[in-house]
Every structure is written in structure tokens, then in C-alpha cells.
């Protein structure tokens, strides 16, 4: 029979096991996903040693969509007709005005506008160097994305073109396998999507990056700013 201490031994060795194997062992993530209009089809996959999870998603048919529309829209005429009636003008119970004008008179916290500037000065560094920290850690076997969009505004969509070409040739520069299709539409608003993605993660890569991230300078005082004007 084993002793307690002897459990004890035990249990804090298969913790530390199982703490590695999530550190060091491999997990692979595969994404196939396509959204067009209001439909979501695809599949969503995680593995992780001998273990694995998927999620389907199913495109939702027309006809079923109306009708929750529907559903939904004589749901809430029936909440509208349960409703109370309130008349305007009615006194408040002396509670709730006691509330309200504590409420009022307390002072919102804010942030200035040389916070703000200051903030942005002290995390910029760190928050660029944990981003491409964090893309070169990530193993991309295979990826693709179809980008489909526009905003009521053609001006915005313009300005969103330029970002997301940025953002797209930044993480073509670590990611080789990696290609990308946008399509703006500056005459109407979209957004359809087709994602394609096999990646591979290993959490103790990214320990470093966000130790370095966290224990950053400029990253703490902006810690204690925040802490000092909302808390």
C-alpha cells in the first residue's frame, strides 16, 4: 500500500508530465472554412498526441433562417405587448433617485489625451516585437485566404484595402506557404471569407516572447497607469 506521502510523490509527478506534454508535445490546428452571405460551412480540427476534436459547421438552409426570423420577430411583439406601461413624468422611489444622483455625482475615470500618447510610445515596441514573436513560433504548413469585403463608405473600404494588404504581405514575409486573394467592393458592403490553414503550435515557444513581452519597461508602466486610473 502506498503511504501518503507516497501519493502525494505521485500525483505532483504525473502533474509535471502532464504539464510537459502540453508544453513540448506538438499540437496541430487544420481550419477549413468558407463564409458566404449569412452561411458558415466548414471544418474545424484539433490534435494533440493520440487525442482530437473537430467541429462541423453545416450551411443553414433559406427557408429555415425566415422562419427564425420570423420567430424571432413575433417573439418580440409578444414581449412588447407584455410589457408595462410607464408614464412619464411619474416620481421615482426615493431608493432608486438616492442611486441615481450618487451615481451622477460620482466622476468618470478617464484617460487623457497625453495618456493615451504615452501608452501608445510604450507599448509599440513591445506589442511589434510579441507579434512577430508570436507569427515566426507558429509552423504554417499550408495556408490560403479569399478575402471578399467592402463598407457602405468607399472611402473606408479604401482604407481597409490599404491595412489589410499590410497586414497580409507582413505575414507573407514569414509565412512562405501562405497566400492571400483580397477582392474590395467599394459599390456595396460584403464580407465572405474562405480560410484554408494546417499549423502546427508548441506552447513553450511563445513562453519566452511573452515573458519578454510582460516584463517589458514600458509595458509595466503602463500597466500601473491603467491600474491607477480605472481601479
Known amino acids: 500500500m502506498f503511504t501518503a506521502i507516497q501519493f ?39 490534435k494533440w498526441l493520440f487525442l482530437s ?14 422562419s427564425k426570423k420570423l420567430q424571432g420577430a413575433s ?5 412588447e405587448k407584455s410589457a408595462p406601461i410607464t408614464v412619464k413624468g411619474a416620481e421615482e422611489v426615493p431608493e432608486e433617485k438616492a ?3 450618487s451615481k451622477s455625482s460620482e466622476k468618470k475615470k478617464e484617460l487623457k489625451a497625453k495618456d493615451i500618447f504615452r501608452i501608445f510610445n510604450n507599448i509599440k515596441k513591445p506589442l511589434l516585437r510579441l507579434f512577430k514573436g508570436t507569427i515566426s ?22 482604407i481597409l484595402c490599404g491595412f489589410l494588404y499590410g497586414i497580409f504581405g507582413f505575414l507573407h514575409q514569414y509565412w512562405k506557404d501562405f ?7 467599394f459599390h456595396e458592403k460584403a464580407f465572405n471569407i474562405q480560410l484554408m490553414a494546417d ?14 513581452f510582460a516584463l517589458n519597461w514600458g509595458v509595466l508602466r503602463t500597466g500601473w497607469l491603467l491600474v491607477r486610473t480605472y481601479i
Open 8 to 46: 502525494v510523490q505521485i500525483a505532483v509527478l504525473v502533474i509535471l508530465l502532464l504539464i510537459l506534454l502540453v508544453l513540448f508535445c506538438a499540437i496541430d490546428l487544420v481550419v477549413d472554412l468558407k463564409k458566404k452571405d449569412q452561411n458558415i460551412s466548414g471544418k474545424i480540427m484539433i
Open 53 to 66: 476534436y473537430s467541429k462541423v459547421f453545416y450551411p443553414t438552409e433559406p427557408n429555415t433562417s425566415i
Open 75 to 79: 417573439e418580440k411583439e409578444k414581449v
Open 99 to 101: 442611486i441615481n444622483e
Open 137 to 158: 513560433n507558429i509552423r504554417l504548413h499550408y495556408g490560403k485566404c479569399d478575402l471578399c469585403f467592402g463598407l457602405p463608405d468607399p472611402a473606408d473600404t479604401g
Open 179 to 185: 497566400s492571400y486573394f483580397l477582392e474590395p467592393r
Open 199 to 212: 499549423v502546427r503550435i508548441r506552447i513553450y515557444r511563445f513562453i519566452p516572447v511573452f515573458f519578454r
